[in-house]
């Protein structure tokens, strides 16, 4: 079986946060996203330091499908350089894993 990776992205809020899960999910590259509360971002950007609202967004997918859908997310995104990153799942509910895996492709 191919393994399984959790993304991690920030969007600006959660409209753009929920269209893009809807997108993902309605081209299969992701089985599931979780879209969390609004936290606050303190980060450099061209030089400055910004501080800024923003929604949190976890997705499960499959680690091959990490490029497809980055290059995605960034076609959707209002961001210049929006955050996309990859944690592996090491483990888990057998169930659910079994689950994901039957949602993307």
């Given at each position: ?51 800024d609202a923003e929604v949190g967004m976890l997705l499960k997918t499959r680690r091959d499908l990490t490029v497809p859908v980055a290059e995605r ?33």
């Open positions: 079986m191919e393994e399984l990776t959790l993304l991690y992205v920030t969007c600006a809020d959660g409209d753009e946060a929920k269209r893009i899960a809807r997108g993902l999910l309605a081209d299969r590259l992701v089985a599931c996203a979780n879209v969390l509360s609004p936290h606050t971002a303190i980060y450099r950007w061209q030089g400055e330091v910004q501080e997310i960034k076609a959707m995104h209002s961001y210049d350089l929006p955050c996309v990153v990859s944690l592996p799942i090491h483990g888990g509910s057998a169930d659910f894993l079994a689950w994901l895996h039957a949602e993307v492709g």
